[in-house]
């Protein structure tokens, strides 16, 4: 069956950097598009980043140029490396594969001074 593990969230100061990890299994990874949502208490679930099979990624505007979405396929897991965090940052982030709707568990990534 399929599995997303979402790991690395935690309490970071603003400007601090955290980098999350999604560990997959039961489904062929090198072919699935994967991607990062998060969800802020009280406001919808929105996309952060995608990277595709072929390691294209994209990002919502509000992470441009501060967040990372990379991909191991030999270890079947995807990444976001989050640098320069703001407090609107703070959410549960969530890992998930565009190819068939699944999603993990999510993550709390807390930015507070």
């Known amino acids: 069956q399929v599995q997303l593990v979402e790991s690395g969230g935690g309490l970071v100061q603003p400007g601090g950097s955290l980098r999350l990890s999604c560990a997959a299994s039961?489904?062929?990874?090198?072919?699935?598009?994967m991607a990062w949502y998060r969800q802020a208490p009280g406001r919808q679930r929105e996309w952060v980043a995608v990277?595709?099979?072929?390691?294209?990624?994209n990002y919502a505007d509000s992470v441009k140029g501060r967040f990372t979405i990379s991909r191991d396929n030999a270890r079947n897991t995807v990444y976001l490396q989050m640098n320069s965090l703001k407090p609107e940052d703070t959410a549960v982030y969530y890992c998930?594969?565009?190819?068939?709707?699944?999603w993990g568990q999510g993550t709390q990534v807390t930015v507070s001074s």
């Open positions: 998930y594969r565009n190819n068939g709707d699944n």
């Open positions: 039961g489904f062929t990874f090198s072919s699935s598009t």
């Open positions: 990277i595709s099979h072929r390691y294209i990624p």
